[in-house]
């Protein structure tokens, strides 16, 4: 194939890939309104061992509130999920901001480049400084802040920054997860900060050690159906403070 040819197909390519993304964001909100989550069982309702793990669920819980599935939908959930906790605890708003504060300074010591994460660092402080204080904002202002593409892109960014610190500098540890000869750097710049990129457990572990937040995600897929959907804590051990349901490739926000 010729240089051109190439040229012509990469750009086709790259046009039906813009595509579907407006045609995704045309359909999905950054981040849904709180539905029941009996609203999947319509969904599955042809499929008897979806039906099944889902009936068992709602036993443990009631709501969910979708995300877009853009391949950012594992950090906007859990961003969107636990600024909503935040919002309803001082004590722990008052932690979290402080934890937050020395991010910046860990990042740039670790090689981050200052002007690289300053903004994305700034914008993140900025909402979670009104999280609790005099200048608290409400759920809805919440949920309009994650649904605005710049404010809530800069918030994900800023979290896998977060994510991509974490793994490096625990890199001994995360070492053991990764496949192949890629270094953890690489892996880093390659899967964790690029936006779009979708995350699975290492990036969890990551983000929620960073960030001393509990993470639970439940699985619903088509293992087996004698028992409730599995459930993994992230870190290990840890007592959850956000709630994830994953379907292969895909996180949504779940509510006990």
Not at 121 to 126: L, N, R, W
Not at 237 to 245: A, Q
Request: hydrophobic letters at 35%.
């Amino acid at each position: 194939m010729s240089f051109l040819n190439q040229e012509i197909l990469d750009e086709g390519i790259l046009n039906q890939q813009r595509q579907i993304e407006k045609e995704v964001a045309e359909i999905y909100p950054l981040i849904g309104q709180l539905q029941p989550l009996t609203c999947l069982l319509q969904e599955y309702m042809d499929d008897p061992i979806y039906v099944n793990k889902l009936t068992k669920l709602t036993n443990v819980y009631h709501s969910l509130r979708r995300v877009r599935p853009d391949g950012n939908c594992f950090f906007r959930g859990f961003g969107f999920s636990y600024f909503e906790r935040l919002l309803e605890n001082e004590d722990e708003w008052k932690k979290f901001k402080a934890l937050v504060m020395g991010t910046k300074d860990q990042l740039i010591s670790q090689g981050f480049p200052k002007f690289t994460i300053e903004d994305f660092f700034d914008s993140f402080i900025e909402v979670v400084n009104r999280l609790g204080g005099e200048s608290k904002m409400d759920a809805e202002e919440l949920h309009r802040i994650f649904n605005d593409s710049g404010t809530s892109d800069y918030l994900v960014v800023y979290l896998r920054l977060i994510t991509s610190g974490q793994l490096q500098k625990e890199e001994d540890f995360y070492q053991n997860f990764l496949e192949g000869d890629k270094s953890m750097k690489e892996f880093c710049q390659q899967e964790v900060e690029p936006m779009y990129r979708e995350s699975d457990h290492m990036h969890a572990i990551a983000l929620g050690s960073g960030l001393n937040v509990g993470i639970r995600v439940v699985y619903l897929d088509r293992g087996e159906v004698t028992t409730n959907p599995p459930e993994h804590d992230f870190p290990e051990d840890c007592i959850p403070s956000v709630y994830l349901l994953y379907r292969p490739g895909h996180y949504d926000i779940l509510y006990k």
